[in-house]
């Protein structure tokens, strides 16, 4: 079992930043990936983020490149999403999530753990 606490949500205005955590204990994957996802009131959940602990290869939504960037602190087990230039349409609530590196990365099914979110808020 692996439990993954995120933190670092609020409410901020367009154009700030936000850093986001995310702590993982428990079970080790031999190869993880870590990835964040968002979901809007009403919407399905989407990749925004991952990065491969083996390699640190990272990946992004088109619609947050430039603007967000995921790393991971690998000797504290916690990935971190840095979100500059914040916009209303980026309100979510965050999601970190882990799985072995085989399964797709983009889609929620690609990972096996899941955080409980936090939520971002921003305001025009």
């Known amino acids: 079992q692996v439990e993954l606490v995120e933190s670092g949500g609020g409410l901020v205005q367009s154009g700030d930043s936000l850093r986001l955590s995310c702590a993982a204990s428990?079970?080790?994957?031999?190869?993880?990936?870590m990835g964040w996802f968002r979901q809007a009131l009403g919407k399905e959940r989407e990749f925004v983020a991952a990065v491969y602990w083996s390699t640190g290869s990272t990946y992004y939504a088109d619609s947050v490149k430039g603007r967000f960037t995921i790393s991971g602190a690998y000797a504290k087990n916690t990935v971190y999403l840095q979100m500059n230039s914040l916009r209303p349409e980026d309100t979510a609530v965050y999601y970190c999530a882990v799985g072995g590196s085989l399964g797709p990365m983009r889609v929620p099914r690609g990972y096996d753990y899941w955080g409980q979110g936090t939520q971002v808020q921003v305001t025009v």
């Open positions: 428990g079970r080790t994957f031999s190869n993880p990936i």
